[in-house]
Nanobody
Framework: QVQLVESGGGLVQAGGSLRLSCVASKRISSINRIGWYRQAPGKQRELVASISSTARTNFADSVKGRFTISTDNAKNTLYLQMNSLKPEDTAVYYC?????????????WGQGTQVTVSS
């Protein structure tokens, strides 16, 4: 089991920045992949960015060059630095952790944190 607790959301004007944090209940180095998803009203949840245990990163095209993902293993914390925010970045952001098993993948989710970008 992995518990995830997000923080850092809020209201920001377009062009501004926010940093989201996700504290995991186990060592991030033992999680195969950890990342951020978001879900806007009326839309499907989508991957924003992820990082693997081998430090391989993956970003949605819409956030490339604006968002960065990083971890602090000593604090078991995942970060999402969001710069040059746009109104279309408005969504609930969820932290996700994946632990690979022999025949399945265990998915864990945080409760989400709201990000609202005003124009």
């Amino acid at each position: 089991q992995v518990q995830l607790v997000e923080s850092g959301g809020g209201l920001v004007q377009a062009g501004g920045s926010l940093r989201l944090s996700c504290v995991a209940s186990k060592r991030i180095s033992s999680i195969n992949r950890i990342g951020w998803y978001r879900q806007a009203p009326g839309k499907q949840r989508e991957l924003v960015a992820s990082i693997s245990s081998t430090a391989r990163t993956n970003f949605a095209d819409s956030v490339k060059g604006r968002f960065t993902i990083s971890t602090d293993n000593a604090k078991n914390t995942l970060y999402l630095q969001m710069n040059s925010l746009k109104p279309e970045d408005t969504a609930v952001y969820y932290c996700n952790a994946q632990v690979f098993r022999a025949w399945a993948t265990d998915d864990y989710w945080g409760q989400g944190t709201q990000v609202t970008v005003s124009s």
